[in-house]
């Protein structure tokens, strides 16, 4: 089991920047499939956007071209940078991690949009 850890979310208004990180206990390197979601309030949790050995990357349509997603190994740590954010963005966001056949959850950060 793999624990993850979200830090940097908070309030921006909107068209700002922020940038999401996820943190992991072990080492990401062998994990395959990384990825983030986005939870509203009274909402389901959707998808964000996702990130695949090799560097391949999937996103929301609602995200594409304003948001980022990365990782660095090294740092056993997964980005996401968001720009140009509108209030529809703000929810919690959570990161998860497909490993050994199971998939593992953050706590989440929360990302408030709004004048």
């Known amino acids: 089991q793999v624990q993850l850890v979200e830090s940097g979310g908070g309030l921006v208004q909107p068209g700002g920047s922020l940038r999401l990180s996820c943190a992991a206990s072990?080492?990401?390197?062998?994990?395959?499939?990384m990825g983030w979601y986005r939870q509203g309030p009274g909402k389901e949790r959707v998808f964000v956007a996702r990130?695949?050995?090799?560097?391949?990357?999937e996103y929301a349509d609602s995200v594409k071209g304003r948001f980022t997603i990365s990782r660095d190994n090294a740092k056993d740590t997964m980005y996401l940078q968001m720009n140009t954010l509108k209030p529809e963005d703000s929810g919690v966001y959570f990161c998860?991690?497909?490993?050994?056949?199971?998939?593992?959850w953050g706590q989440g950060t929360q990302v408030t949009v709004s004048s």
């Open positions: 998860n991690a497909f490993q050994s056949g199971r998939w593992d």
């Open positions: 072990t080492s990401i390197f062998t994990i395959n499939n």
């Open positions: 990130i695949v050995s090799g560097g391949l990357t």
